[in-house]
């Protein structure tokens, strides 16, 4: 037996999902090969399907059914067949939607040979078109529908209802259905008209609201950008302001104090200070005329008997106070 599989995600719940799938005779007013489901009793169907220009049929009985989970069939007249469809709830808003099929080829080994020269392909290309079919016929459905007749995608331009291929079986089954009758068929476009009336509006609302959020996030940015520019205006104005002052500081000559700020340190530049401050002139070492490696050494303890007649200043003590040296005394001549 040939095997083909086919799947697809549904944006709707797995319990509606489930629900709008088992309306099996409702199937030729939104998918295009199947021309004909009708009822023999609550679990017999008589099912007609086009395959390459060929009408194929054969009359199934449901089984391995499991509520809002599985459904299952297997042909008890004409062409050999199974199935499951597996309905898996990805969330409560989206279902998994899985279909397996299998199925003898018509004919002995011409059908094998042309199963496997293309039909195969085709057919599983077929069976995920109508998949998709069935998939926007729930999203086109309202929401919580559970009968295929609300949804607008019903009789749609590639449908078999619309294109009136259904078998005259299926044709009359319509004919008998009340709500196939012109009066509910009219009331029905009525109730579209306006829910797509009702769509439309809420369309263009939510354009609306979001062209408004728009331009409020649009003058938002702009006085965002306004700020920042005087925000770096200012900025540029208070750094322009301090070079400037920089620059004119470093301009202004300034004159120089005598006292503090003169090369030498501190009074350097004052009378009779040649060599620092004025208080240089205390003695800090009281043997400072010495020669000034040796003078801070500690002095010997022993009596030196002064001359106190005799008066003799070193150039070096003289330098200090700033006076020019002066020729020592000659000594006294020695008494005869």
Known sequence: ?????????????????????????????????????????????HWVVQVLGRNYEWNAVNEDWIPDQQVGWRSIAGLKNTGKVKFRALGSSR?????????SPPSGVLGVLG?????????????????????????????????????????????????????????????HDPMMSAEALAERET????????KRKAEQERESELQRKSEIERKAT?????????????????????R?????RSQK?????????TLGGRGAAMDRTSLGERDALRPRYPDYHQDPMTSRYPREKKTVKLDLDEKYESPWFLSIRGA????????????P
Do not use: C, W
């Not at 199963?115 to 995920?128: A, C, D, I, K």
């Open 1 to 45: 037996m040939a095997e083909h599989y086919a799947s697809v995600i549904v944006s709707a719940p797995a319990s509606q999902v489930y629900a709008l799938f088992t309306h099996f005779n409702d199937f030729p007013k939104f998918m295009r090969f199947v021309k004909e489901v009708t009822y023999h009793d609550d679990r017999r169907s």
């Open 95 to 103: 279902t998994m939607v899985d279909v397996y099929i299998s199925y």
């Open 115 to 175: 199963e496997n020269l293309g039909v195969n392909s085709y057919f599983e290309t077929m069976l995920q078109q109508e998949l998709n079919n069935f998939a926007r016929m729930v999203e086109e459905a309202p929401p919580g529908a559970l009968d295929p007749m609300s949804s607008h995608y019903l009789f749609h331009d590639n449908s078999a209802v619309y294109t009136q291929t259904v078998t005259k079986r299926q044709q009359e089954a319509m004919e």
């Open 191 to 198: 109730k579209i008209q306006s829910e797509r009336e009702q």
């Open 222 to 242: 702009e006085e965002l950008h306004q700020q920042l520019a005087q925000e770096a205006e200012r900025r540029r104005q208070e750094e322009e302001q301090i």
């Open 244 to 248: 400037q002052a920089l620059l004119a």
């Open 253 to 261: 000559r300034t004159v120089p104090d005598p006292a503090y700020n």
């Open 324 to 335: 020019s040296p002066t020729t020592p005394p000659e000594p006294p001549p020695a008494s």
